[in-house]
C-alpha cells in the first residue's frame, strides 16, 4: 500500500473501530474463533482492495 492519506485513512480508523467492535461481541456473544476468521476475513478483503486500487492509480499515471 504505497498511498495512505485522506478518506483511505478515514476508512482504516472506521475499519479498526468495526473490527474491535465485533470482537466485543464475540466476547459476548461466546464465539471468538469464529468472529476472529470474519475479521481476517475483512482485513485481508480490505488489503486486496488497497493493493489492486495502488495497482489501478499505478498504471493509469504509467500511461
Do not use: C, P
Amino acid at each position: 500500500m504505497e498511498e495512505n492519506r485522506g478518506a483511505r485513512t478515514i476508512f482504516l480508523i472506521f475499519w479498526v473501530i468495526g473490527s474491535i467492535f465485533w470482537f466485543m461481541i464475540a466476547v459476548i456473544s461466546g464465539d471468538i474463533k469464529q468472529s476472529l476468521i470474519h475479521i481476517v476475513i475483512g482485513w485481508a478483503i480490505l488489503y486486496a482492495f488497497f493493493m489492486i486500487s495502488d495497482l489501478i492509480k499505478k498504471n493509469r499515471s504509467m500511461d
